[in-house]
């Protein structure tokens, strides 16, 4: 780590005597970010299933990902759980041919790994095997995703193994802190009816599986990546193969959830919870991108976040919660910009309960400041090349880049998201910053939620009116 950083110093000033006495004083040249298009790489079967296919032939390696349209978020009411009771059994089930045993034996003889997860409006099955076993891997990988069992006692072993999980989960400090934040900011009935249940669980039966299975498992309402050492021809011909055999249909467009109102309920909070220390959330409702890939606000605060908490050297949070030794432990940040639902802007840290109010008082201190003393020309360009230089880094991996071009079909992404970003991201200006930390920053109306073993920090009154909040 020492070295990494003297080596960044030394690129950065071209000579030990050149090296800056801090690190906000740093410069770098302009990161030079140059992302392929979609069009090049995609390709639409006789179904109507759209592939994307990027060829590496570095690794004898292959990535195949299936992206389906269900999610946590599109689970119908009283039946929270679903789809992540459904890509369970698609991971670990039975197809109608082969046992679950069978299957598990046969991916592991390819040294295959398979994993099928759920996000909150895609799901994504994933199968990582030697491009040598793919011949004999993709046809298991797919009979397993279209012709599921869902056997009762699977369904029954996947709802006590997943109710065990969450009971958990209910007793971890930092699980409580996120349930009782978005308690706060979305309403307690919305959350739980989000939230999976021994009622909600057990009232899932396996014609729910299949039904579900059915609308959202046709081939026209699929999106494949792959990546890794294939012939692009060779691998259309073996996925239009496997997925004639999925059911057809028209393809209908993804609903996304219009998303909760928020309760935005401004404050200060404190609820009890285990653990030593306190976990902290601090933020407001944020923001989606859905149907504003265009909009200049949303990149700006983009890089008005890097300014506030992102740069690990130079951001003003981080020198200003470093002056004090030990004053928060596990910070980390989310700028709010959701891809498909609204997202929620939040600072996150631990730290001690005589220490709580203090660490508080600073980060509210900067946000307050970020809106009055807009970041400078060297804040605005450092916090670009720090930007820029994640963003082409997320880009290096032929699986990411071929994923992330699926998640452009599957959400209905101008293809030109991504490749454009990094010119949107060099047009903006210390004013531009400006204008939008005076628009979405108000200090005034942050949520604080302070979870932490009881009673609260003495001192927690100079941070105005404490409110305490039950625990969820």
């Known amino acids: 780590m020492k070295l990494a950083l003297l080596a960044a110093l030394l690129c950065a000033s071209g000579s030990p005597e050149g090296i800056p006495s801090r690190p906000e004083e740093l410069h770098f040249a302009a990161a030079e970010v140059r992302l392929g298009s979609p069009a090049e790489h995609r390709h639409r079967l006789p179904n109507g299933a759209v592939v994307y296919v990027i060829e590496n032939h570095s690794l004898p390696l292959v990535d195949v990902m299936v992206l389906a349209p269900l999610g946590s978020a599109l689970d119908p009411p009283g039946r929270a759980g679903l789809a992540t009771l459904t890509a369970r059994l698609l991971r670990r089930g039975a197809s109608a041919k082969h046992s679950a045993a069978e299957l598990g034996d046969a991916f592991d003889r390819l040294a295959a790994r398979r994993e099928v997860v759920a996000g909150e409006v895609l799901t994504t099955a994933s199968l990582n095997l030697l491009s040598g076993s793919l011949e004999a891997g993709l046809p298991l990988f797919f009979e397993s995703l279209r012709e599921p069992a869902f056997a009762e006692d699977a369904l029954a072993s996947e709802r006590e193994a997943l109710l065990t999980e969450l009971g958990r989960r209910a007793n971890d400090p930092a699980a409580l802190a996120d349930r009782g934040w978005r308690n706060l900011l979305y309403g307690a009935e919305v959350v739980s009816a989000q939230t999976p249940t021994a009622g909600s669980l057990g009232g899932i039966r396996r014609e729910d599986l299949l039904e579900l299975h059915r609308r959202t498992f046709a081939a026209s309402g699929l999106v494949v990546a792959v990546a890794g050492d294939v012939s692009t021809p060779a691998v259309l011909k073996a996925l239009e193969a496997e997925l004639s055999r999925f059911p057809g249909g028209r393809r209908a467009p993804l609903r996304l959830p219009a998303g909760a109102a928020p309760k935005a309920s401004p404050g200060v909070y404190f609820q009890a919870a285990g653990g030593s220390q306190d976990s902290v959330i601090l933020g407001q409702p944020g923001w989606s991108w859905q149907g504003r890939f265009a909009d200049a606000d949303l990149y700006a605060w983009m890089l008005l976040h890097e300014v506030l908490v992102g740069g690990e050297l130079s951001s003003r949070l981080v020198r200003s919660l470093r002056s004090e030794e030990g004053l928060v432990y596990y ?142």
């Open 331 to 472: 910070p980390s940040s989310d700028p709010g910009l959701a891809l498909a639902t609204q997202g929620t802007f939040q600072i996150r840290f631990r730290t001690r309960p005589e220490k709580v109010a203090l660490a508080v008082e600073k980060v509210r201190a900067e946000i307050a400041r970020l809106a009055s003393e807009p970041p400078s020309a060297d804040e605005t360009e450092i916090a670009r090349a720090s930007l820029l230089s994640r963003l082409g880094r997320t880009f290096e991996s032929p699986k990411d880049l071929a994923t992330l071009f699926a998640q452009d079909e599957a959400l209905g992404r101008p293809a030109g998201f991504w490749p454009g970003a990094p010119a949107r991201y060099r047009q903006l200006t210390p004013a531009d910053l400006a204008r939008v930390a005076a628009k979405m920053l108000r200090s005034e109306e942050l949520t604080v939620l302070i979870s932490g073993p009881s009673p609260p920090p003495a001192d927690l009154s100079r941070l105005g009116a404490v409110t305490l909040a039950a625990a969820p």
